[in-house]
């Protein structure tokens, strides 16, 4: 049998040892923690999301880039997905946001065990407290405190570089570049983003949620909800800009999105409601006729001036595009996930790297995206599974 080593333990590496067929290779996973998948369980910690319920097509929109991910969301979708893990024993639901959690009173902890045991149970064996460091001389994998491995296929499941305490810290990446492998540079996606609050503003809304908002940015609509922080904003609206907002900031030292404050009526409608409103002050109106927070209306006038504010027929196509000054990037290691990894065209079609005989690389290893609402965990999966396919249909 030929000898499978999968370095790293996250969800990329336990579906890839869920799917290969382990009558033909002997598979072990090298986890330098003491189990495996912990950043699968801080995902967990807000809830369980699993994947999201829509469309094949419209799935795959979501991610960048999405010819490359198209054809590995096709193999393994998310009703795929569903469907394995009810065939574990792990039943899913649909929530109002039509994202997919395990059934309420399952905890992650669960979930991530009836993985791992099933896995275990098809003979795939785990090292923990196994930290890979590098390749020898010889090519062989070296591990601290352990012997060298020979192995006559390496599947490298590592992580990108953010929630380092869950073992994503890209310390992988300069030994990749010594093996000539073009890796890019990492940075904070699903982030939050600075903002100069006023002091006034942030004094008194630190931590406040804006609700059913809508941002834009380069023509990308997100909808969602944000929450204000002393650093700035954060939460899934600006999440899924992350990538298009952070392409930006390489080049330009500030950004502005577009804040829709009532993104459920046309500007015609608001000017209608205004128009109509028996009170003067303009700040009545707002929270009383056009039913604005305190929040909300602290936001509009932070980014709008006195003759704007004043200004009924400006204010009101204000409300639907609040120009929001984005100056800079959470910090990586508070990031969801990560931008950067190895370049997609250092490994071909099945994730084999192309300067490296039979080494392949999956997972957040590689340079691809997807925001949060269970795209990150599915993409991850679906990689696991397609690799798996392909080294199933290789002859022995």
């Known amino acids: 049998m030929k000898q499978v080593s999968i370095i790293g333990g996250g969800p990329a590496a336990l579906m890839l040892a869920a799917q290969i067929d382990t009558a033909k290779y002997s598979v072990t996973i090298y986890e330098k923690k003491k189990t495996a998948g912990r950043k699968f369980l801080v995902a967990g910690e807000g809830g369980l999301n699993l ?7 419209a799935l795959i929109q979501q991610y960048h880039p999405s010819g490359f991910m198209a054809p590995i969301i096709r193999e393994f979708n998310n009703h795929d997905f569903i469907n ?75 992580g990108g570089a953010s929630w380092k305490v869950t073992g994503s810290t890209g310390s992988w990446k300069s030994k990749f570049e010594k093996r000539h492998i073009n890796v890019l540079p990492f940075r904070a996606a699903n982030c939050a983003f600075g903002v100069d609050w006023q002091p006034d503003f942030i004094n008194i809304h630190e931590g406040k949620p804006l609700k059913n908002i809508a941002l834009t940015f380069n023509n990308v609509l997100a909808k969602g909800e944000l929450v204000i922080s002393k650093f700035g904003l954060e939460g899934n609206a600006i999440y899924a800009l992350s990538q298009k907002i952070q392409d930006r900031l390489l080049s330009e030292k500030e950004v502005i999105i577009y804040l829709d404050l009532k993104p459920k009526m046309t500007v015609n409608q608001i000017r209608s409601k205004y ?24 936001l509009l006038k932070q980014f709008t001036d006195k003759h704007t504010f004043s200004d009924p ?35 071909d079609a099945n994730f084999q790297c192309k300067k490296i005989q039979n080494t392949y ?20 999966f679906s990689m696991g599974v397609a690799l798996a396919n392909h080294l199933n249909s290789l002859e022995g």
């Open 51 to 57: 994947t999201f319920s829509t469309s094949e097509d």
């Open 84 to 158: 394995w893990l009810n065939q574990l024993g792990i039943s899913t639901f649909v929530g109002s946001s039509n994202r997919v959690f395990p059934k309420q009173g399952v905890k992650p902890i669960e979930v991530l065990k009836t993985i791992v045991d099933y896995i275990a149970a098809r003979g795939v064996q785990f090292k923990f407290n196994t930290k890979w460091t590098g390749w020898n001389t010889q090519g062989d994998l070296t591990f601290e405190n352990a012997a060298a491995v020979t192995s006559d296929i390496v599947v490298f499941a590592l």
């Open 275 to 298: 128009k109509n409103a028996r009170r003067s002050k303009v700040t009545d109106i707002l929270k009383n006729d056009l039913n604005l927070d305190r929040t909300a209306i602290g």
């Open 313 to 347: 027929d400006v204010l009101v196509q204000t409300i639907k595009a609040v120009p929001v000054v984005i100056t800079s990037a959470g910090p990586l290691d508070e990031a969801i996930s990560s931008l950067g990894g190895i370049a997609l065209d250092e490994v």
């Open 361 to 380: 690389a999956i997972g957040e290893m590689l340079d691809w995206y997807a925001p949060t609402g269970g795209y990150l965990l599915q993409g991850c």
